[in-house]
């Protein structure tokens, strides 16, 4: 799945609708097919697409240098060039959202999504709208502009994009043919004065994507992502690339919920980040730093001796001192997700601590509300977008480093909201974990690779073999 939608229309129904300067020179029954992209897309086909694109051997500048400020076109540019090859003999031509002539757009896409009835084009008619005036917060431009109109789809608002028009210039729809009708979602004068000054005025902040909207949205990162300059957006993708996330926490928040035995001797104020490791990590900054670790003149056997606590562990070993020195003068102390007191009691309870840094939440086996101490099964910690497909690998104490006293942490969303929902995810994490399916509750959007999985849910001593193919 692309998480592409397509739209039919007429040529002749877009000219219909527009200035001269802006008509389309083909028979009016002509074919065109509006593409649009979903809220999911970002952060499934693009973001595999572009993994894919990063060489082993290449620094993330190299590679953010290499394919400039936007990568959105030139996956879009590239998909189109791949359709109009596979569709060949047959004729196509295409219309990129991005593409202008003489300082106009080659395309109206706001016109084609409302006449293929995808999405309502809402104007900015003068009577409904007169806030003629943009404020940068120190003056008021002198010219009065006009407005831009905003489109807005049925089920997703503003959460989606238009991305390109593939004209069939040899092939025509019938005189009987009728587009469908876009809905109107704001049926009011005043919700839609309140959208195109949101997208006018506060396009940065992305609440005009929200009006109308019913179905899915853009996640965090995708917002962030389009509401700051393309120059910037480079830095948010960072992860995609690294594997990591993480969240601040207090010690007082942690030590709250973590029972007598296993409290963090700090003061309650000071600041703690919980790391963990995302799916994309595995075959990206793993694969990279373990290749890179094998001389050629070792054997496949040898160099697998030289990691006897795993290769995972040892990549975090190496990984974190680095992120402490390069944080100095800061002090910082670290607890890794494997470390154990004298009497195997673990030094800190990761779920617990992900949980209160609103990471995943933590669900309690349901028998401890009620008591029953016949039956001791572990919890299970739920990302609310990779839902088990995820591992904290560690977390960074700062004694040095005091949060304000109105700091309040994030909360992960309770993504199980019954009883019997979270019994079955607990029950799958502690009877049945080498199957990986307790890692699906909760509908995750990104999961781990089919080699990843088999890695994680194989013993220790089999897991060499199932990437031995990275080496040869």
Request: aromatic fraction near 16%.
């Given at each position: ?5 397509v ?46 694109q ?12 290499r ?17 109009k ?25 706001g ?45 997703y ?57 019913s179905?899915?949205?853009y ?34 928040t ?5 029972g ?90 990761m ?27 572990a919890?299970?910690?739920?990302h ?69 999985l ?19």
């Amino acid at each position: 799945m692309l998480h592409l939608t397509v739209n039919t229309f007429t040529v002749g129904s877009y000219n219909a609708l527009v200035d001269e300067a802006y008509r389309l020179h083909y028979d009016p029954n002509t074919l065109a097919v509006l593409v649009l992209n979903t809220p999911t897309f970002f952060d499934t086909t693009f973001k595999k697409w572009l993994q894919a694109q990063k060489r082993e051997d290449e620094e993330y500048s190299q590679f953010v240098e290499r394919f400039g400020c936007n990568p959105l076109n030139t996956f879009f540019t590239e998909r189109f060039r791949k359709l109009k090859k596979e569709l060949s003999p047959l004729k196509c031509d295409v219309f990129h959202d991005y593409e202008f002539c003489d300082g106009k757009p080659r395309i109206l896409m706001g016109t084609c999504g409302h006449v293929s009835g995808v999405a309502y084009f809402y104007h900015s008619r003068p009577e409904i709208n007169n806030n003629n005036y943009i404020t940068d917060g120190v003056k008021v431009a002198v010219a009065p502009i006009r407005p831009m109109g905003l489109s807005l789809h049925s089920k997703y608002g503003g959460h989606f994009a238009f991305r390109g028009v593939v004209i069939f210039p040899d092939t025509y729809l019938p005189e009987t043919f009728c587009e469908m009708k876009p809905k109107m979602v704001l049926d009011t004068d005043e919700k839609q004065r309140e959208a195109i000054e949101l997208f006018n005025l506060h396009w940065q902040d992305g609440r005009f994507r929200d009006c109308g909207c019913s179905g899915e949205k853009y996640s965090d990162l995708q917002l962030a992502f389009y509401s700051i300059p393309p120059v910037e957006r480079w830095a948010l993708l960072k992860s995609w690339f690294f594997g990591y996330q993480s969240f601040l926490c207090t010690v007082s928040t942690y030590n709250e919920l973590a029972g007598s035995l296993f409290q963090l001797e700090y003061p309650g104020d000071t600041m703690g980040v919980i790391l963990l490791n995302t799916p994309s990590f595995f075959e990206t900054t793993f694969k990279r730093w373990l290749c890179s670790k094998k001389s050629p003149y070792e054997t496949f056997e040898e160099f697998a001796k030289k990691f006897p606590s795993g290769p995972v562990q040892e990549f975090f070993n190496e990984m974190m001192p680095k992120v402490q020195e390069a944080l100095k003068p800061v002090d910082s102390t670290v607890i890794y997700d494997y470390e154990l007191h004298p009497n195997r009691r673990p030094k800190i309870l990761m779920t617990i601590c992900g949980h209160v840094a609103g990471a995943a939440f933590y669900y309690h086996p349901p028998e401890e509300a009620l008591e029953c101490l016949f039956q001791k099964r572990a919890g299970v910690s739920l990302h609310p977008k990779y839902g088990g497909y995820f591992a904290y690998r560690a977390v960074l104490i700062f004694p040095e480093v005091i949060l304000p006293p109105d700091f309040k942490e994030q909360r992960a969303p309770m993504l199980l909201t019954t009883i019997e929902k979270q019994d079955e995810a607990v029950r799958l994490y502690n009877d049945h974990w080498w199957e990986g399916k307790f890692r699906d509750c909760g509908d995750p959007v990104e999961k781990y690779s089919p080699l990843q999985l088999k890695y994680f849910s194989s013993l220790p001593k089999d897991r060499w073999d199932i990437i031995k193919h990275w080496f040869y």
